[in-house]
């Protein structure tokens, strides 16, 4: 038995089947409360990833600047990094809690793929993986059935394959740029919009549906997170679902307390983020506290 | 009030233009997020692709006077002659692209030059055992997981709808209504006098009459477990397991328990019963021996194999056979639960039940291989290798 499966897999395994006897056999209702559980143990790491993007997103447009000025890569890096330190960005800030979370939404699936037994091989293999508590042990089979599907089977009636799809759309579509101003990049947000969705849509018609339920739940609460945690303020419902506006500049944004400095810098707009307005007056202020001195 | 950026002199400067309106929703990086999303996506592809389970089937061999059925290919019965270990026909046939029995896991039962067989696509066949085509077909409403009791011109199967059925050998009628219990039926009946013996996943072990489908015991027996596992009938004793970890011993008559035993997995093996001794595996990788009258462990210490044992131990030639799911086959000596040989390693392994001719052991492979292996001198050789 590799580390990964005793890590993460075989105690994920008998706490969903622990969870599942708590709500009387159901293994559906396990399964939501599983992933929210998870879910909510990863919100940190989740935070931190979502913050690191929207800040790495927000100097996009003077990464691009950048990169059409300096045709010398090593300049091109110093200034890039410069940026970086300006910004308090931290490009591995982006990846390194998703790094993290990788392996716990893999074992998450593994762990509702073996406890699915839908096979008998499957469920000889399952009795591998189960601790010597004769409540876990006595509790299988568990109720494969959850409002309409069998949860070990696809669901034919394809409404968990659109919900999937929807969802998946919906978290797509919030977690995409609107307006990046380059065109090539503005189509592959566009192909990656309505793929993914299709994708996980299809999958779902082909894997047993206790899959599809981790899939919309999960996609529900990541959709719930983005939208009360992560939102701009101000931004709606309505605002989402909106055609991304045009990848020229349509017009400029109300005038934001901003200045030059004396270097011929221009100030960071008042549109960025809070986290990164925050970060840039702790630095504006270092700085001018360097200068006085 | 005045704000100023720490920017040098170098710093080209900066875009005025920066996304119209607040950052919207931007939580991907503009290159990662396509990429990322892609990385998930092929993760999540390999997770569903190369680990979802199909099933594979663990119908046992079966021996007719001349034939073994057997499963090789998934989803296909396999007739093999003895004298010439040649494939005489399949089932269903390369022609027949309207049967996908998915896999077959019921050991097939052969009378009257018939074959009946159920698939894991929830129809029961009634086969010519000469030919291999369909007589007659019935469907259920889950899949077949337990193998045909044929009696009296009656053959009884279960289903994962929670059903048993009886139906009648010679047409497929239905002799009398389903009977229902209150979980999956994985497990082959057992017809003993006029009496079905019948374990289902709601943890109960049924006795109905097997002419009418009515119970006959007051109370079914109950363990504290799901019953997958076939019962074994000896004189008025039916020992079955559970997956609450218990061998049980039932009274036939009144379905009272008479003894259980306690190993340390669940107990899906269909127990083989000998000379007064019990002979079980568990999927703890243990082979016990006990007393049939006393539930007592007759050997000084189980046998500990390499794998799960969920294949029924066989006597042959006065070596039992135990064959487990880590693909090793094991000569013991009954008596003691020593090793009369060393263990031969197959390629795959065992999760049916091993077929015995004469001082041969027939054993069918998860890889699709059905292997001889000669109980005497602990040899093995193959009969026929998965296509």
Sequence with gaps: MNVFDLVLIDPMTNVLVLLATVFAGSFGIAIIVFTFIIRGLTFPLTIRQIRASRAMSAIQPRMQEIQKKYKDPRRRSEETMKLYREAGVNPAGC???????FPIWIALYQTIRVVLGSTPESFIGLSQRLYPWSYVREALPLQNHFLWMD?????????????VGASTWVQQKMTTPRNMGDERQQSMNNMMLWMMPLMFAWF???VPSGLAVYWAATNLIGITLQYFYMRPAGQTWREVFLPAPSAAPARRPAPAPQSQDDNGGEAIEATEPAALQSRSKRRRSRGRRRGKR | METTTNVSRETPRLPRQLPVGPARWTTGARHGAPLVGLSLLALLLFAACGQIASPEGWADPVATDSTILVSLERGKLSAIDMDTDQETWRFPSKDDKDRDLKAIYGTPVTADGRVYVGGFNGTFYSLDLATGTVIWEQKTGGAIIGGPAL???TVYVGSSDNKLYAFDAGTGALRWPAFKTGGAVWSRPVVEDGTVYVTSMDKRLYALDSATGESRWPQPFEAQGAMPSTPALDGNTLYVGALDNRLYAVDASSGKQVWSFEAGNWVWCEPLVANGVVYVGG???KVYALDAATGEQRWPQ????????RARPALAAGVLIVADNAGNVYGLDPNTGEE???????DAGVLANPLVVDNDVFLSTRGGDLLRVDAEAGSSTLVAAAP
């Design chain 1, 95 to 101: 990846l390194l809690p998703m790094l993290i979370q």
């Design chain 1, 151 to 163: 949860l070990a089977q696809p669901d034919t009636t394809f409404l968990i394959a659109i919900l």
């Design chain 1, 204 to 206: 779902t018609l082909t």
């Design chain 2, 151 to 153: 009696a009296d011109g």
């Design chain 2, 283 to 285: 999927l703890d990788h």
């Design chain 2, 302 to 309: 189980p046998f500990s194999a390499k794998g799960p044992v």
């Design chain 2, 340 to 346: 009369r040989w060393p263990s031969i390693t197959l």
